[in-house]
């Protein structure tokens, strides 16, 4: 599970240096502030450990793989991606990967919210810099155990790292997996293409773990939520007085990914003005900042990823013929989930235990009746749809959107598990049936406010959960 504990206040400084902790691993500190990251830092050299610090997300997961041996402190309350989304990124990387939030503003609503997402703990502020540290120690040690259990678990099933990431056993995933390590060790430029949900920015990482630059940084960008005004500035840099309102100097994203491999998803997405400047820098590795003659080297790997067929996209006069060119000496197809139906129960199966782990529930028993409808069922979303089924089943929820939770078997379970997993149903069934709105539910029910707001708690639900199907036909609630 993404162990997240939320403490409210601040702490950091800019800077990456090697752990000197008794044990394995690295801590990652962001935060917005300098002073906040200067006096954490501190903290931490006084207790004999190393913190490595980030002014922006973005940098902190240029560090992060599936296997990284360490622990996440954000702050909660950035401009840009915040600590909430943030530890959705790294969910979506390694959903057992301990994150620690770090926020300033302490209030319920925040304290449940990240609870829901996979929050250990909520801590308000005023906090002691000792206690920040045996929180994050303990997480290391929880780390720690999670990889040495996951890796007996994969040496006990037969299976490496690659196949714990990426798993399946039909041929096509095998196939692809034997591709993907073809081209970590080729080392060259190569075009991602998948549908929606198919996993290209795990491949990417997967591919960057397994290559001579696992150890520098992995930059991922998103070309389709870049502003096009503000794509140049994006991946170039500037240079102070370039345009107006640009009053300091900035490096660019493709700056900060040297030595390392950049990762452009949605690659489609740019701007068709800027291909001919993007197809020089492939072509040159070199890059100019805006305002600036310099030429700056860039020893970069270049992965990009696109969910339309761009040969497609060159007919249709959106996308350079040349650009595909140079991006696509190399190309892994990844399979969607429709031709794939065989690894679906094996898929389903680890996703509900990731989830279960992730908001500290027992992992239910998946019925096989289930499984095979699973099976059957078309998967548009591919592996992020089949993820958020499994997150709902986990959760005790409906996983179809009929309304209903599902069927749970209770063979083996004591009464007072009966009784628990009973209750959880009727409040998430009233909970749906209500879109959300809690007065209706605990006057249905014949509660309190208090206690259901107590046993949802207890239960993990969150009326969001049931807001996010039925709000639109209760707007008021």
């Keep these: 599970m993404t162990t997240a504990t939320v403490i409210s206040g601040k702490s950091g400084e800019a800077g990456a240096k090697t752990l000197r902790s008794t044990a394995e691993g690295r801590f990652l500190f962001l935060d917005d502030e ?20 980030f002014d922006h997300a973005e940098n902190m997961l240029a560090e992060i793989s599936a296997g990284f041996s360490g622990v996440v402190i954000t702050d909660i309350r950035m401009p840009g991606m915040d600590g909430i989304s943030l530890l959705g990124k790294v969910q979506e990387i390694d959903p057992d990967l301990p994150v620690i939030l770090v926020t300033g503003h302490g209030d319920i609503q925040l304290a449940v919210e990240a609870m829901r997402r996979g929050a250990y ?42 196949e714990a990431t990426l798993p399946g056993r039909s041929e096509v995933m095998r196939e692809t997996r034997k591709q993907i390590r073809a081209a970590a060790q080729a080392g060259m430029d190569l075009l991602i293409v998948g549908e929606t949900g198919t996993g290209k920015d795990i491949t990417a990482r997967a591919i960057h773990g397994l290559s001579e630059r696992a150890e520098k940084p992995f930059v991922s960008i998103n070309c389709g939520a870049i502003p096009s005004g503000h794509f140049e500035s994006e991946l170039f840099g500037h240079e102070v007085g370039a345009f107006p309102g640009a009053l300091r100097a900035r490096y660019g994203r493709l700056e900060h990914g040297r030595g390392g491999t950049i990762f452009l998803d949605e690659v489609e997405s740019m701007p068709f003005g800027l291909q001919i400047k993007f197809l020089q820098v492939l072509q040159d590795r070199s890059i100019s900042r805006l305002g600036s003659n310099e030429t700056i080297g860039l020893d970069v790997r270049f992965i ?21 060119f140079r991006l696509n000496t190399m190309t892994i197809r990844l399979p969607e989930l429709a031709l794939r139906p065989g690894d679906i129960p094996l898929l389903f199966s680890d996703l509900v235990y990731q989830a279960a782990s992730r908001h500290r529930l027992e992992t239910r028993p998946v019925p096989p009746t289930l499984l095979a409808e ?24 409906d996983l179809f959107g009929e309304g209903t939770a599902p069927a749970e078997e209770s063979s083996g379970s004591t009464l007072s598990e009966q009784m628990a997993s009973h209750e959880r149903r009727l409040i998430a069934s009233s909970l749906a049936a209500h879109g959300g709105s809690l007065k209706p539910v605990y006057e249905a029910l014949g509660i309190s406010r208090k206690s259901l707001y107590e046993k949802m708690q207890r239960h993990g639900l969150s009326r969001e959960d049931f807001l996010d199907r039925q709000s639109k036909n209760h707007p008021s609630r």
Excluded: Y
């Excluded at 929180?135 to 040495?148: C, F, H, M």
């Design 34 to 53: 300098e002073d906040i990251r200067i006096s954490t830092r501190q903290a931490f050299d006084l207790d004999g450990l190393d913190l490595e610090c």
């Design 121 to 162: 703990d909520f801590i308000e502020k005023p906090f002691t810099a000792a206690h920040l540290i045996e929180v994050a120690r303990k997480a290391l040690e929880k780390r720690a155990l999670t990889l040495e259990v996951r890796r007996l678990r994969s040496g006990a099933q037969g299976i490496d790292e690659l």
């Design 304 to 324: 990009a990823a696109s969910k339309v067929d761009l040969e497609q996209e060159v007919a249709a006069g959106r996308f350079r013929q040349d650009l595909l």
């Design 374 to 397: 699973l099976s059957a069922r078309a998967w548009p979303g591919n592996v992020r749809e089949l993820k958020n089924a499994a997150e709902r089943f986990a959760l005790g929820l």
